[in-house]
């Protein structure tokens, strides 16, 4: 939050830094969330239980396309398309003595290619539409605070692949969001694009139960804290 | 020149030479025995769990075993009598309620 007071202090003391009139923002956001995914995290130990050193990873990285527009000077909707996507694999180094000699042979040539191997191939996916709605109890020419809370449809999905085979499951379910938003009010622009910036940390509910005969009462748990980071086109 | 020229070729030898496929699990594609090791004699649970961690086929229910090597035979088959779905299995060992061993195995058609 600090960073985002420091780019608006920066902004705000150029000339092109305008008051603003803006009451809708477009924009794309880059979000890092840590899912609690129980049922993955069981299933990473029954693979380290088999022998295997599976890897899953805490954070998922995603992305959210969205319009945030002001309904009062009080409030403010916003509507959003994200992707959040969570990675877990078993991998196969190859030997370090043939990858060297792999590289010297080939002039350097074989550096290029990865030393390991993606055995088992774990990606878990959810696509959301999100909608939430912010009560600004903080608001100056410059920046704003909000608290928001709001509900998300997601369609999630998970690809397990093996060499041999490929597993693939989906659902879709509802849940909730509520978070806490630090605006930039005022705008800077970079040529004629009015460019705004906006920063964002909350907590997920969405826990989404694969629909697969197999899966039993498997869950993609997307739940837990978010952190996300956007920038917007003032209109 | 001549030697960059040979470069590709040169990865592409090698890369066929990594490509070691001796991975920490056994792909199957027909019923096949398996062994393990009990360090004492108890009450023996084995079972088969997809990758979804739902049990598709108990082997062994609370048997009572002795200490010493066994082995068993899974005939690919979920408890209904169906071949089960290409995927990852894993086969777990209970001795006196007590996970001892969990055996991974790809399998295919």
């Known amino acids: 939050m600090s960073a985002l007071m ?6 705000q003391s150029v000339p092109v830094c305008e008051d603003n009139g803006t009451t809708i923002r477009l924009g794309v956001s880059s979000t890092a969330s840590f899912p609690s995914m129980e049922d993955e995290k069981e299933f990473a130990d029954m693979m380290n239980a088999a022998g295997l050193s599976f890897e899953l990873a805490g954070t998922a990285w995603g992305g959210t396309a969205e319009i945030l527009g002001d309904l009062t000077s009080r409030f403010r909707l916003r509507g959003g398309i994200s992707v959040s996507r969570l990675h877990g694999a078993y991998s196969k180094g190859y030997d370090p003595m043939t990858y060297i000699v792999l590289g010297i042979l080939s002039l350097g040539m074989g550096f290029f290619i990865p030393q390991d191997e993606n055995v088992i191939d774990l990606n878990d996916e959810a696509f959301s539409i999100e909608t939430e709605m912010y009560y600004l109890f903080s608001r100056s020419r410059s920046v704003s605070f909000s608290v928001g809370a709001g509900p998300m449809f997601t369609f999630a999905g998970r690809r397990l692949d093996s060499p041999n085979t490929s597993t693939k499951g989906n659902g879709t379910g509802f849940g909730m969001m509520a978070s806490l938003r630090l605006d930039q009010e005022s705008r800077w622009k970079l040529g004629f ?3 705004m910036f906006g920063l964002e940390a909350g907590y997920r509910m969405n826990a989404v139960e694969i629909d697969n005969n197999e899966a039993g009462d498997f869950q993609l748990d997307f ?3 978010f952190l996300k980071v956007g920038s917007y086109i003032g209109l | 020149m001549i030697r960059l020229y040979f470069a590709p070729i040169v990865i592409l030898f090698l890369m066929a030479g990594c490509d070691d496929t001796s991975y920490p699990f056994d792909s199957v594609t027909e019923p096949f025995t398996f062994t393990y090791e009990l360090a ?5 649970d084995i079972f088969v769990v997809n990758s979804y961690l739902v ?3 108990n082997l062994v229910n609370d048997e009572s075993q002795t200490q010493g090597s066994h082995s068993l035979e899974w005939d690919l088959q979920d408890n209904g009598g169906r071949r089960v779905p290409e995927g990852l299995y894993y086969i777990r060992i209970m001795l006196d309620d007590e996970l001892i ?3 991974m195995y790809e399998v295919y058609k």
Request: proline fraction near 4%; hydrophobic fraction near 55%; charge should be positive.
């Open chain 1, 6 to 11: 420091m780019l608006c202090l920066i902004f």
């Open chain 1, 193 to 195: 694009i009015p460019l």
């Open chain 1, 223 to 225: 739940s837990g804290l």
């Open chain 2, 40 to 44: 004492a004699d108890g009450s023996v």
């Open chain 2, 55 to 57: 049990i598709v086929r």
């Open chain 2, 101 to 103: 061993k969990t055996l």
